[in-house]
């Protein structure tokens, strides 16, 4: 049974730094896009970064710049560096995985694509 484990989160003033670590078990690591969403105050959920391997990577717009994922795969992990941090940050921040379905696909950006997720772990960004 696949399991992801978050942890790095905390509490940080505006322009600060955080980085989050994933690691993940039962799964053909390898095999799947790595991707960051959060869940927000306001009980949305936005995709913030994914990456393949070789670099590829994918950001929401609202983070470019300022957040870099990046995946380890010989220790099954995948993290994100935040930087500049806001407090429009302040979310819950979870790790998921999708498995690639075909050999041209796109890293995902849509929740839907992703089957296995963490249980989240607290960012939150004060002024």
């Known amino acids: 049974q696949a399991q992801l484990v978050e942890s790095g989160g905390g509490q940080v003033q505006a322009g600060g730094s955080l980085r989050l670590s994933c690691k993940a078990s039962g799964l053909w690591f390898s095999s799947n896009f790595m991707g960051w969403f959060r869940h927000l105050p306001n009980n949305r959920r936005e995709f913030v970064a994914a990456?393949?391997?070789?670099?590829?990577?994918a950001y929401a717009n609202n983070v470019k710049g300022r957040f870099t994922v990046s995946r380890d795969d010989a220790q099954n992990a995948v993290y994100l560096q935040m930087n500049n941090l806001q407090p429009e940050d302040t979310a819950v921040y979870f790790c998921?995985?999708?498995?690639?379905?075909?050999?041209?696909?796109?890293?995902?950006?849509?929740?839907?694509?992703?089957?296995?997720w963490g249980q989240g772990t607290q960012v939150t960004v004060s002024s």
């Open positions: 990456a393949w391997h070789r670099g590829a990577t």
């Open positions: 998921a995985a999708a498995p690639r379905r075909a050999i041209n696909m796109d890293i995902p950006t849509g929740e839907n694509a992703y089957n296995n």
